[in-house]
């Protein structure tokens, strides 16, 4: 039988890049899925698209750090589809590229509230619909959270990051008394539309620092990865697969970070 048959997913972020790649796998494994996101369109395109396959999957409107939106999309999908297992968390903007000091507080607080609040948001209320039955929750991070610190400007982007991936390991432990298992992806870069709505500040020139390796090179692809190469990690930790995987943290980077 299929991987996940059976199976139930959420997965925010599900619109584009890494969500969307791992809606379409994840489902294609014969899991149903509930898919939150802001951007209604291309959601409902994925919607579509796993339907046109045969799958079963429901869109939600969101905004991940919106608690009541999503205290109900997270009720609605359980009571759709019956039950959670898996919790893909992966909704994230890259936010204001800026220097600290000219960084404004209120694009601190977007970057944080998208990305780490989301993703606390995300658990909160999916975990009591899975401590019955036991499940997978999937973090999404970023390398920038732990291994590389030379992302200018990105140090609220990166706050979350690591942020995400403490926040999951207390949860690791916390969860594991109900058989939920929660680990941590660290891709690096990866080709999506993530660039499209990040804003950068014209005084970031200022903290420029020289790079002696070429930007956003990987020595295993000569350049950024594929949202569907991060999906095959996805479907792994979603999976019985992975039952011994708890509390870590998984780097996807094609050896970015070696360099
Ligand atoms: P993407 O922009 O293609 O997709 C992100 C999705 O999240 C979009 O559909 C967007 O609408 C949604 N989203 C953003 N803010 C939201 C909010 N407040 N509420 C609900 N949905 C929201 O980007 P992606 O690259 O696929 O990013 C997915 C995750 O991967 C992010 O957490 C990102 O930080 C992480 N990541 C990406 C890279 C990369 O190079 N692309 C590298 C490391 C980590």
């Known amino acids: 039988g299929l991987l996940l048959n059976g199976r139930t997913a959420i997965i925010t972020g599900a619109g584009s890049g890494i969500g969307r790649a791992a809606a379409l796998l994840l489902a294609r494994n014969g899991a149903k899925i509930g898919l939150l996101d802001l951007i ?12 046109e396959m045969g ?4 869109f939600y409107d969101v905004n991940v750090s919106d608690p009541q939106r999503m205290e109900q999309a997270i ?10 297992d898996i919790v893909f968390a992966n909704a994230g903007i890259n936010g204001t590229l800026s220097p600290i000091e000219d960084l404004s507080p209120e694009a601190w607080d977007e970057t944080l509230s998208t ?3 989301g ?57 594991a008394r109900y058989k ?37 090179s990987q020595p295993l692809e000569h350049g950024p990865g594929r949202p569907e190469q ?30």
């Open 40 to 51: 209604d369109k291309r959601t409902e395109e994925v919607e579509k698209a796993i339907r």
């Open 55 to 58: 799958g079963e999957a429901e």
């Open 75 to 84: 009720r609605s999908a359980a009571g759709r589809f019956g039950r959670i």
């Open 115 to 117: 990305n780490l609040k």
């Open 119 to 175: 993703t606390f948001l995300t658990m909160k209320y999916a975990v009591p619909h899975m401590k019955q039955a036991g499940g997978s929750v999937i973090i999404t991070s970023s390398i920038n959270g732990s291994r590389k610190f030379s992302g200018l400007g990105m140090s609220a982007y990166s706050a979350s990051k690591a942020g995400q991936a403490a926040f999951a390991k207390m949860a690791a432990l916390e969860l």
């Open 180 to 216: 939920i298992r929660v680990n941590v992806i660290c891709p690096g870069a990866i080709e999506t539309s993530i660039g499209e709505n990040t804003e950068h500040t014209k005084q970031l020139d200022k903290i420029r620092i020289p790079v002696v390796y070429p930007e956003g």
């Open 230 to 259: 991060v999906a095959d990690l996805v479907l792994f930790l979603a999976s019985d697969r992975s039952s011994h995987i708890s509390g870590t943290e998984i780097y996807i980077d094609g050896a970015e970070t070696l360099l």
